[in-house]
């Protein structure tokens, strides 16, 4: 598994200050289970399968983590 530090990110999803936003990448050196790796603002990472994050994808597109975001306050993107 390669550092994250090694790869390109295929998004940053804040991008509006100098704090570390959180990144998407995909190890492709990874064991297929550990693939995806998202970081946070803090340098922690989670790994997982590009079967789980493409659930959650889905999950996304059809609308059902709607309820967790706006419960957490976060302004609508629409």
Do not use: H, W, Y
Request: aromatic share 6%.
């Amino acid at each position: 598994m390669r550092d994250v530090g090694a790869m390109e990110p295929l998004a940053t999803f804040c991008g509006n200050c100098d704090c570390g936003c959180p990144q998407l990448f995909v190890d492709e050196t990874a064991p297929e289970d550990r693939r995806v790796v998202i970081t946070d603002d803090f340098g922690q990472q989670i790994r997982m399968s590009t079967d789980q994050f493409g659930s959650i994808v889905q999950e996304a597109k059809a609308g059902n983590l709607d309820a967790v975001v706006e419960s957490a306050g976060v302004p609508s993107a629409g």
